[in-house]
């Protein structure tokens, strides 16, 4: 028997005793089995309605504030990878969508910080239609930068919380998995056709999962911490003139 059953089963029979015990203790000094019996079958009776209160509704409770607190510490590590290597993710892969130009016109909007400027690169990125060119990537350079955040990322994997955020955690297994496909190449300049496509759906895969991560992070940012939402939208990915500088 494990010693963590074998010490609840200890438990049980030692409350059981004593409430036997002091049933009989109470017979005993107001020899009155009578109202004994009907306070017994009241304790019994309010059993199920105790445990509907404490199961159902303070559990939920503190389940939701438990939940609500490791969501809030979840989306400081979000911010830490954003911070760390997303955004400059991000910004590499969207040089290389062919048609990022033809939407930065609305993203330009954000940098206001507005609610019109944000629900217009909600807008824009929500029905773009994610696509990167190898050919127009510099796979050296990426592959340089995946390498310098691979300790970062393998901390972001072993944090617990993580593997709570299911997309997130698929976002991370896409970038390790591209840095790994790109490690096990000797030299990435004179690759075969088949296999810039095989990266490229990698590359794909990493890029349009990142996209929706970054609005996400975004709108938690502009509800919970204008101030940093603020900066982030200056500091746009997609715009490559954007400047964290404050202008008119």
């Not at 998995?177 to 300049?189: C, N, T």
Request: glycine fraction near 4%; include cysteine.
């Amino acid at each position: 028997m494990k010693e963590d059953t074998r010490w609840k089963i200890l438990a049980g029979l030692a409350l059981v005793t004593l409430s036997l015990t002091l049933y009989l203790a109470h017979f005993l000094i107001f020899q009155d089995a009578h109202h004994l019996l009907i306070f017994l079958v009241g304790d019994i009776a309010f059993i199920p309605f105790e445990v509907f209160i404490v199961t159902i509704i303070i559990d939920q409770m503190l389940e939701s504030r438990e939940k609500k607190q490791r969501m809030e510490k979840l989306n400081m590590v979000i911010g830490t990878f954003f911070s760390n290597a997303g955004i400059p993710l991000l910004a590499l892969l969207a040089k290389a969508d062919p048609e990022i130009h033809r939407i930065r016109p609305e993203i330009a909007q954000g940098i206001s910080g507005t609610d019109e400027g944000f629900i217009a690169v909600t807008n824009c990125l929500g029905s773009h239609q994610c696509r990167v060119l190898a050919d127009s990537l510099d796979l050296f350079a990426l592959r340089e930068f995946l390498k310098n955040e691979e300790d970062f990322l393998l901390r972001i994997v072993e944090n617990p919380m993580v593997f709570e955020h299911e997309s997130f955690t698929d976002l991370i297994l896409a970038i390790t998995h591209l840095d790994e496909e790109l490690r096990a190449r000797g030299s990435l300049a004179s690759l075969p056709a088949s296999d810039i496509a095989h990266l490229e759906g990698d590359i794909h895969r990493v890029y349009s999962q990142l996209v929706p991560a970054w609005l996400r992070y975004m709108e938690y940012l502009k509800t919970h911490y204008p101030y940093l939402y603020s900066l982030a939208m200056r500091k746009n990915p997609f715009d490559p003139e954007a400047s964290a500088v404050v202008g008119r």
